[in-house]
């Protein structure tokens, strides 16, 4: 099992797409949100903001 510590952009966002899908809309946001802040962090080299945001925002639109 990896850390979350030593977890790319693209793991965060994986795990938030993986949330998402199980229905756990809170949970996704939250990972999500982490994703494109460390994907900021990154430089962009694991996960794009760009790639990551679509979820996100349609992430928000289910918890409304």
Not at 12 to 27: C, V
């Given at each position: 099992?990896?850390?979350l510590?030593?977890?790319s952009a693209r793991d965060?966002?994986?795990i938030g797409?993986?949330?998402f899908n199980?229905?756990?809309?809170g949970e996704a946001y939250?990972?999500?949100r982490a994703a494109i802040?460390?994907?900021h962090e990154?430089?962009?080299r694991t996960a794009t903001v760009e790639e990551i945001t679509p979820f996100l925002t349609t992430t928000v639109k289910v918890v409304r």
């Amino acid at each position: 099992v990896r850390c979350l510590l030593s977890s790319s952009a693209r793991d965060l966002a994986f795990i938030g797409k993986h949330a998402f899908n199980k229905g756990r809309y809170g949970e996704a946001y939250d990972w999500l949100r982490a994703a494109i802040e460390l994907a900021h962090e990154e430089g962009n080299r694991t996960a794009t903001v760009e790639e990551i945001t679509p979820f996100l925002t349609t992430t928000v639109k289910v918890v409304r």
